[in-house]
């Protein structure tokens, strides 16, 4: 609707300009033929009266006319350059000047009108649509072939680089230095717990009782017989129990074992570090590995898959304007968040005011410069030009009433007499 009323003020601006001008140099003309036509009669009252004013009419509008033309012709193309940066100085130290921006922006919460730019914005589901085409071009147009091949080079590149020795005992060491060590092994202990209590272990203690009597007892295969159903069994339970607590009391931080488990995994890390033997296998072994290894492969299952969860993802492209809608919704409730956001928003654009203000000037000239000098000249006809022929029929009008009054005064004190 704005671009339908500008192009609708601008006809009515050409049609305007051109009644004018037709105005302008009709009223000219008509008082230069009455100028010539009642100069033969200027000796009497009537006849010089006509003459006087028809003749300072005709100087009045050529005047203008020339003045006029002098200016669009020849005064401005001369002066473009000043009139350039006069321009220029004027949007960017009187218009647009940095106090200017700064004062016009305080009258507004930034973040009333980010509220309402949103929850307003009618063109939202357009946005989406716009956002998940874009997206789609962008995953169908990656050239894979090409983008397999970079990615499979730069993980065997930074694989060959990696020390996996060094890496594997750094990552060992500094698990050990934090809270995780202990709840590791807390871990380790609960689930050997659970194994110790479970009947399947207690059978394995049951064979290895019997097998263990059985070296040193030589009794009848009746007594094992009943041994393994009595005195073995209680025993292998009696021997779960102990482990039980042996376990649970390894769970306390001071206990003497866990403190020697400890110092013994800390010996096993530096021999493990310090170990050449170690590394060789390790470094072997990744050689090995990375003659195997078919990166092509698993990066080409990874790209594919990922691929077909971004083009089939309907929340991939909704998410993003879902948090938008909950953070909008929040800031709506909260003052004392839109005052914050207010605060941090006109921060953000004061500084990019101090900082890029300085390009205003340059804009103006560079979008100025552009302009040849028939391009200026139309554009201030353009915009004055129908100012410019009224003046010109204003020229006439009032030429030839000043004209008529001299005649008059002269005609009272004689002059012509």
């Given at each position: 609707m704005n671009v339908i009323n500008f192009l609708k003020i601008n006809n009515v601006k050409k049609v305007g300009l051109k009644v004018n001008r037709y105005k302008a140099t009709l009223i000219l003309i008509l008082a230069s033929s009455i100028?010539?036509?009642?100069?033969?009669?200027?000796?009497?009252?009537?006849?010089?009266?006509?003459?006087?004013?028809?003749?300072?009419?005709?100087?009045?509008?050529?005047?203008?006319?020339?003045?006029?033309?002098?200016?669009?012709?020849?005064?401005?193309?001369?002066?473009?350059?000043?009139?350039?940066?006069?321009l220029s100085n004027m949007v960017s130290e009187e218009?647009?000047?940095?106090?200017?921006?700064?004062?016009?922006?305080k009258k507004y919460d930034t973040s009333r009108l980010v509220i309402e730019l949103v929850k307003n914005n009618d063109e939202i589901g357009n946005i989406k649509n716009i956002f998940k085409i874009m997206i789609k071009d962008n995953v169908k147009k990656i050239n894979k072939n090409e983008l397999f091949k970079i990615t499979s080079e730069l993980i065997l590149n930074i694989l060959k680089r990696t020390d996996l020795h060094k890496l594997i005992s750094s990552i060992?060491?500094?698990?050990?230095?934090?809270?995780?060590?202990?709840?590791?092994?807390?871990?380790?202990?609960?689930?050997?717990?659970?194994?110790?209590?479970?009947?399947?272990?207690?059978?394995?203690?049951?064979?290895?009782?019997?097998?263990?009597?059985?070296?040193?007892?030589g009794e009848s295969k009746r007594k094992k017989f009943v041994d393994r159903f009595k005195g073995n069994n209680n025993l292998a339970i009696g021997i779960q129990e102990k482990i039980k607590n042996f376990l649970d009391d390894m769970k306390k931080p001071d206990n003497d074992n866990r403190l020697l488990f400890d110092k013994w995994i800390y010996d096993k890390l530096d021999d493990f570090k310090n170990n050449s033997d170690y590394k060789l296998k390790i470094e072997n072994w990744k050689l090995d590995f990375l003659k195997t290894i078919k990166v092509n492969e698993y990066i080409n299952l990874i790209f594919e898959n990922a691929g077909n969860k971004i083009l089939n993802n309907e929340d991939l492209y909704n998410k993003p304007f879902f948090i938008i809608d909950n953070w909008i919704n929040d800031l709506d409730d909260n003052l004392d968040t839109q005052r914050r956001v207010d605060l941090f928003l006109k921060d953000l654009i004061y500084k990019f005011i101090d900082a890029k203000h300085k390009n205003v000037g340059k804009i103006v000239k560079e979008n100025l410069s552009k302009y040849s000098d028939t391009m200026l000249i139309e554009?201030?006809?353009?915009?004055?030009?129908?100012?410019?022929?009224?003046?010109?029929?204003?020229?006439?009008?009032?030429?030839?009433?000043?004209?008529?009054i001299i005649y008059i005064i002269k005609y009272s004190i004689g002059v012509y007499i």
């Open positions: 100028y010539i036509i009642s100069y033969p009669f200027h000796n009497n009252f009537i006849g010089g009266l006509v003459s006087s004013g028809s003749c300072a009419s005709m100087i009045g509008g050529f005047a203008d006319w020339w003045g006029i033309n002098k200016l669009l012709k020849k005064t401005i193309p001369k002066n473009k350059q000043k009139i350039f940066d006069g218009l647009l000047s940095k106090n200017t921006l700064k004062k016009l922006l060992i060491e500094v698990s050990f230095k934090t809270e995780y060590k202990d709840k590791f092994y807390d871990f380790i202990l609960d689930e050997l717990i659970l194994y110790s209590q479970r009947d399947d272990f207690k059978d394995i203690l049951i064979n290895f009782i019997i097998d263990a009597r059985a070296s040193y007892e554009l201030i006809e353009s915009n004055a030009g129908n100012d410019l022929q009224l003046i010109r029929i204003n020229g006439s009008l009032v030429g030839g009433v000043v004209g008529i």
